[in-house]
């Protein structure tokens, strides 16, 4: 995973280095790291993020008009300082995203010939590659070109020689890499966000590219080596930098302001239609990884209701090599609030290569999925800085359900379903508000799940997606064991774990099944479990008598749903303050996934 950024001007670099690299710390945050050269040569690594890399750098360190900076997720080797990027050998530092597949054979064949290793890396190959080039006598950029060609798997690679202070060497396969220039700088990073107020335009490097940039050229080498001419975008302006305002943490934060994610997504895609080729299709697949997986699943329910059209919820991470066959007449909906997770990227070519139209539901409309995409479909959350997703999810619903809306009038299917659907979303940002108001309730709830230390959450067709999306969160920001189960699906097998006093919570609003839900309700109960149902307001008298807790949450059908989300997210939250978790920051985690 990890995030790399590299700027060489007329000018010194630090602090514009380090800027942009702690806008890149939602890919890895565990530690961190710089090289700077001309004048001097200065490698700086830090357990931490990148104002702790600040921190450890000394003002007549920060000369260098070029350097090199990464914030990684640990992936080959344990978060320590030696495993930190900059690698370097021999004068040659270089940051790397991505993962060498062959990298245990390369450092076999290095070591015999006498190269010490001081990491766990796997990333730590390639500077002693680019070394043992140049000791062969190859000139700068043939050096890189040499070591890439050994590499298997992917990698976004940024290279800073000791002895060529003023370039920046650049190549990338697998892993997205932006180069991006302004007069008299040039950068490479791992997406827009960290260009923002350093660059005004940037071209994304591909597969097989080699780049070499000085503080007023750009020259891209494609895969033949030939120089290749690229597109320029405009890099947006950095959003106003995120204030917590009133609030304790980002996710808190983030959770209230859904009611304005979901109005700004909604209005956006309201009436947007489809491409014919796109609304055409026979057969949805949509393909994603975490929240955006659930997403998916909890949409697909409406989604089916609106459209008649069969949807098939994809893990990326499992389609991408199940060879999986594609119909004809098939769309792929691509769902990730970032736009570069490498699983869900991973799946484009296996479409690309059958012809079928590709859809990004995205948040980031600069990344990777979304320049890929046949059609951007967004969602207008706004950045979102908190690791685990909380608005980007509900305006993702927002989005797949407006998706569905645009399917059925293109397929003038049932307008009383789509009137349904539409006043759902019309609704949803109220509802999310007055969710909000019931947060003293919800965190004492979690309190008691805080000090049970486990959860299963069931519910049926969308309430069973809802308590996916419940257990993860709950798992991702307070570390409790939680698991998520259809509720049918309880008695063959799951219901083994209940004990007296087993925290159940189940997700039903009440349409056709509610009264199914309710009848797995009490046989969770009739052993033990103390059950707790997130519902509407009828809902709440189909349950009483059978769950010890009914939150009667506001809305019904479509907008309901959102309040359950609202009400799942603000459980894991004070579950998570409970056990003085970092939230916004959870262990092990990243907010962008860009390894396989
Ligand atoms: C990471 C994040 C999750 C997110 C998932 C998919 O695991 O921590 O919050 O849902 O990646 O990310 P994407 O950007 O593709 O939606």
Request: aromatic share 6%; hydrophobic share 45%; charged share 20%.
């Amino acid at each position: 995973m990890c995030g790399i950024v590299g700027l060489v001007s007329t000018q010194p670099v630090a602090r514009d280095l380090i800027s942009g690299l702690g806008q890149l710390e939602y890919r890895g945050y565990d530690s961190a790291g710089i090289a700077l050269a001309g004048p001097g040569f200065v490698v700086r690594k830090v357990i931490g993020c990148a104002t702790d890399l600040a921190a450890a750098l000394r003002l007549d360190e920060t000369a260098g008009r070029a350097g090199i900076a990464h914030t990684r997720w640990a992936t080959h080797g344990k978060p320590e300082e030696r495993n930190a990027h900059p690698h370097v050998y021999q004068g040659v530092a270089v940051v790397h995203n991505g993962i060498i597949e062959n990298h245990a054979m390369l450092r076999e064949r290095l070591v015999e010939s006498g190269h010490v290793f001081l990491s766990d890396t796997d990333s730590e190959v390639v500077p002693h590659l680019i070394a043992e080039a140049r000791a062969r006598g190859a000139a700068h950029l043939d050096a890189v070109q040499q070591a890439v060609e050994w590499l298997h798997g992917a990698y976004a690679i940024a290279v800073l020689f000791a002895d060529k202070p003023d370039h920046i060497f650049v190549a990338k396969y697998g892993s997205p890499v932006l180069i991006g220039a302004r007069s008299g700088v040039v950068a490479v990073a791992s997406d827009t966000i960290a260009l923002a107020g350093l660059c005004l335009r940037y071209t994304a490097l591909e597969d097989g590219d080699l780049a070499v940039l000085t503080p007023d050229s750009v020259r891209i080498l494609d895969s033949f080596g030939k120089t290749a001419s690229r597109t320029w975008e405009l890099v947006m302006d950095r959003e106003q930098a995120a204030e917590l305002d009133r609030f304790e943490h980002h996710t808190r934060r983030e959770i209230a302001e859904q009611p304005v994610a979901l109005r700004n997504t909604d209005a956006l895609l309201r009436g947007k239609p489809l491409p014919d080729g796109i609304a055409a299709a026979q057969r949805l697949i949509f393909v994603a990884c975490g929240s955006s997986l659930y997403a998916a699943a909890t949409a697909r329910v409406w989604i089916e209701k609106l459209t008649g059209l069969p949807c098939d919820i994809e893990i990326a991470s499992e389609y991408r090599y199940r060879e999986a066959p594609i119909q004809a007449g098939s769309v792929a909906v691509l769902v990730s609030q970032s736009g570069e997770t490498a699983d869900s990227l991973a799946c484009l070519p296996l479409f690309r290569a059958r012809g079928v139209p590709v859809v990004g539901v995205v948040n980031v409309t600069q990344s990777t999925i979304a320049r890929a995409s046949d059609l951007v479909w967004p969602t207008t959350a706004g950045r979102e800085l908190g690791v685990a997703a909380t608005k980007s999810f509900t305006a993702q619903l927002v989005a797949l359900l407006r998706l569905g809306v645009a399917f059925s009038q293109a397929r003038d299917c049932d307008p009383a379903v789509r009137a349904q659907v539409v006043a759902g979303l019309t609704a949803a940002p109220m509802i999310c508000a007055e969710t909000e108001e019931m947060e003293p309730a919800l965190a004492e709830l979690a309190h008691w799940i805080a000090g049970e230390n486990e959860a299963l959450f069931i519910g049926r067709a969308a309430g069973a997606a809802i308590a996916g999306e419940a257990a993860l969160k709950l798992k991702e920001l307070s570390y409790i064991r939680a698991e998520a189960y259809a509720a049918g699906e309880l008695k063959h097998g799951p219901i083994a774990l209940i004990r007296q006093g087993s925290p159940v919570l189940v997700f039903a609003g009440t349409d056709a099944l509610v009264g199914k839900t309710v009848s797995n309700a009490e046989e969770v109960r009739a052993r033990g479990a103390n059950v707790v149902a997130f519902t509407d307001a009828d809902g709440a008298s189909a349950f009483a008598g059978v769950a010890e807790t009914v939150m009667a949450l506001p809305g019904r059908g479509v907008g309901h749903m959102f309040a359950q989300v609202v009400a799942l997210q603000l459980l894991a939250y004070h579950a998570a303050l409970a056990l003085g978790r970092n939230v916004d920051r959870p262990r092990n985690l990243a907010k962008s996934v860009t390894v396989e």
